[in-house]
Nanobody, 124 residues
Framework: QVQLVESGGGLVQAGGSLRLSCAAS????????MGWFRQAPGKEREFVAA????????YYADSVKGRFTISRDNAKNTVYLQMNSLKPEDTAVYYC?????????????????WGQGTQVSVSS
């Protein structure tokens, strides 16, 4: 089992920045591919970014490329999502997720463990 707890969400103006954190406990965190997803009201949960256990392979959704950066600190069992140049359309609940798969994944169904989510709201 892996337990995930997100933090760092909040309300920010368009163009601003936030950094989300996801603290993991349980199974060996450093062996898990980690991902961030988001879900806006009335929409499906969508992929945002994912990172391999070493940090050497990273995927981003096209909508966040160049603005968001995913990273991890295995010594602290934490994964981060730095979000810059935020837009109102980035407003959503952001979820941290972990998968037992060895390869970096973008599909929601590939992830086995989920955090409770943190709200990010971007005003225009």
């Amino acid at each position: 089992q892996v337990q995930l707890v997100e933090s760092g969400g909040g309300l920010v103006q368009a163009g601003g920045s936030l950094r989300l954190s996801c603290a993991a406990s349980g199974r060996t965190f450093s062996r898990n591919v980690m991902g961030w997803f988001r879900q806006a009201p009335g929409k499906e949960r969508e992929f945002v970014a994912a990172i391999s256990w070493s940090g050497g392979i990273i995927y981003y959704a096209d909508s966040v490329k160049g603005r968001f950066t995913i990273s991890r600190d295995n010594a602290k069992n934490t994964v981060y999502l730095q979000m810059n140049s935020l837009k109102p359309e980035d407003t959503a609940v952001y979820y941290c997720a972990a998968t037992i798969l060895k390869q970096v994944a973008e599909r929601r169904d590939d992830y086995n463990y989920w955090g409770q989510g943190t709200q990010v709201s971007v005003s225009s």
